[in-house]
């Protein structure tokens, strides 16, 4: 069986060290925890997301 793109992308994260699995892996559902490198990551991602749609909103007039 082919490998689904979730799986792929969590590969990624976890090689990256961004995430862990948490708990028991066992069967299908897989749980993972957020690293602090993945939650410093995140937030830079996400403050670089909200400037993005400050300076969009401000091109085309809208308010976010």
Not at 26 to 35: L, N, W
């Amino acid at each position: 069986p082919t490998r689904r793109s979730s799986d792929l992308a969590l590969n990624s994260l976890q090689d990256k060290k961004w995430i862990e699995p948490y708990g028991d892996s066992e069967g299908r559902k897989k749980e993972y925890h957020i690293t602090a490198q993945g939650k410093e990551i995140a937030e830079k991602e996400l403050a670089r997301l909200t400037e993005l749609v400050s300076i969009a909103s401000e091109i085309i007039g809208g308010a976010v």
